[in-house]
Structures are given as structure tokens and as C-alpha cells.
């Protein structure tokens, strides 16, 4: 039986704390603006990155861009908020804070995608700015871990984490992510065909890209085979060949081909 904080039961659970876990936090504490409400708040996050999560985590290859341009990412500032007692301070949206929207930038010019942990820093510092006030005002509680069991008791929410301790919150918000899923039909029978072949190896998630690219089972000259031609498979390609010091090369400057 895990033991309770009952001593330290909390106002609200933010379970993950990748961008949506962040936007929850100051949408929270904006939400009290004038209501002279200051609520507890708890948040779960199982990587070392509260703000960015597993998927903008700032340790990830360089060879992980975004899909959306500079031009293109548009986040919202957050507005300063006045709460009794303290302030939860302002912060830009993306493109001040990279100074994007200082440059002149040709309409002519190709697009820019940053990099993944790029965005992953702006979203740490901006999560640091309102952790920072919050912690100093004890109206927040970080842990790093992963919750494996939510429960309706008492008029409030048992939260459990993975070998740890048991919390309660009268509120809890879900700010998962994506979630594991059950094998298909597909890659079931690709699995068992793959340990009947000597030299194959079949990985059935692209991510993280470092265990494809660091597995002893791809040598130079290996044929690579990818399921699927969305977003996933450009960071897998991409890894696989700059990753490894290869490069593209565009043939047509007007096809960009």
C-alpha cells in the first residue's frame, strides 16, 4: 500500500507536463486574476524537461526539426498576471524570444524549421518563470514521476505514481500525450518473421531515433526499410543519413528537388 500526503492534499493534479501540462498551469493561475484564489497545485512529469516533455526534451538529436516553420509557430505570449500577493510574470511568444520577429525576412525566402529542442528550451525557461514564483509561494509541488493509477475517492482524486507515493487533489487535469498502442496486425507478423531472419531487426516506434541509429544490428551498407512516409519517417531519414555525417543534395533549385 502506497502512503498518502494526506497532510499535502492539493487544490489540482496536472498529470504530464509537456506544452499542454504548461498551458494548464498558467491557464490555472490566469483564471484567478481578480477572484483573490490562490489554488495548490501538483504537477506529475516523468522526464527531467517539466515545459517540453518526452517529445521536446532538450537531449534529443539535432537531426529532430520541427514540422512548422519560424514563420509559421505562433505562440501566444503569456500576460502578466497580478494575484494577491505576488505576479505571475510575462513571457514573449516564440519568435521574440528566438528574435525572429526582428529579422527582415524576403518573402522569397525559403522557409526555416527549428530544431525540436530548440522549442524545447523556450518551453523549460518559460515553465522556470511561473515555477519559480509559484514554488517561492508554496502554491506548487513538481514531482518527477509517472502516475499509474487515478482514482474518484472522498470527494477528490487519489493519484499514485510508480514506485512512489500516493497523492490526493480535489481536481485533476490529464495532459498526457501519446499513449502506447497495442501492436497491429502488421507489424505483429513482421515481429515474428524478423526472429527468423538472421541480421533483421525491426523497430515498431520511430522514437526515439538515437536507439535506431546506436543499434549494432545497422552497419554501413544495411538496407533500411520504413513503414509509413509522414513526419516520423523525414527525422528516421534524416537521422540515418546527416546523423551519420551523410548529407542531401538538391538537384533542382526550382523543383527544390
Keep these: 500500500?502506497?502512503?498518502?500526503?494526506?497532510?499535502?492534499?492539493?487544490?489540482?493534479?496536472?498529470?504530464?507536463?509537456?506544452?499542454?501540462?504548461?498551458?494548464?498551469?498558467?491557464?490555472?493561475?490566469?483564471?484567478?486574476?481578480?477572484?483573490?484564489?490562490?489554488?495548490?497545485?501538483?504537477?506529475?512529469?516523468?522526464?527531467?524537461?517539466?515545459?517540453?516533455?518526452p517529445v521536446y526534451n532538450l537531449k534529443q538529436p539535432k537531426t529532430n526539426w520541427l514540422n512548422v516553420s519560424e514563420r509559421g509557430l505562433a505562440i501566444l505570449p503569456r500576460i502578466e498576471v497580478e494575484l494577491s500577493g505576488f505576479t505571475v510574470p510575462s513571457f514573449p511568444d516564440f519568435q521574440n524570444w528566438t528574435g525572429y520577429a526582428e529579422k527582415e525576412i524576403p518573402s522569397t525566402m525559403v522557409d526555416a524549421f527549428p530544431l525540436r529542442s530548440e522549442l524545447g528550451k523556450y518551453l523549460t525557461e518559460r515553465f522556470d518563470s511561473i515555477a519559480e514564483i509559484l514554488l517561492k509561494e508554496n502554491l506548487l509541488t513538481i514531482v518527477q514521476g509517472e502516475v499509474d493509477h487515478i482514482a474518484l475517492e472522498d470527494n477528490g482524486v487519489r493519484i499514485e505514481v510508480i514506485g512512489g507515493e500516493a497523492y490526493r487533489t480535489g481536481e485533476v487535469a490529464l495532459c498526457i500525450g501519446h499513449q502506447p498502442?497495442?501492436?497491429?496486425?502488421?507489424?505483429?507478423?513482421?515481429?515474428?518473421?524478423?526472429?527468423?531472419?538472421?541480421?533483421?531487426?525491426?523497430?515498431?516506434?520511430p522514437y526515439p531515433v538515437s536507439r535506431i541509429v546506436e543499434s549494432t544490428g545497422l552497419v554501413k551498407g544495411s538496407n533500411v526499410a520504413i513503414r509509413g512516409f509522414g513526419l516520423a519517417m523525414i527525422d528516421v531519414a534524416r537521422a540515418l543519413t546527416e546523423g551519420?555525417?551523410?548529407r542531401f543534395e538538391i538537384l533542382n533549385e526550382n523543383t527544390r528537388r
Excluded at 6 to 28: K, V
Aim: aromatic share 8%; charged share 25%; glycine share 16%.
Design 244 to 246: 551519420n555525417g551523410g
Design 181 to 205: 498502442v497495442k501492436l497491429d496486425k502488421q507489424l505483429t507478423g513482421w515481429k515474428n518473421r524478423v526472429g527468423e531472419i538472421d541480421g533483421s531487426v525491426l523497430f515498431t516506434q
Design 1 to 53: 500500500m502506497k502512503q498518502d500526503h494526506m497532510e499535502n492534499s492539493y487544490d489540482i493534479g496536472i498529470i504530464g507536463c509537456g506544452p499542454r501540462g504548461l498551458a494548464s498551469l498558467e491557464a490555472l493561475y490566469a483564471a484567478c486574476k481578480g477572484t483573490g484564489k490562490k489554488p495548490r497545485a501538483i504537477i506529475f512529469e516523468s522526464t527531467k524537461y517539466p515545459g517540453a516533455g
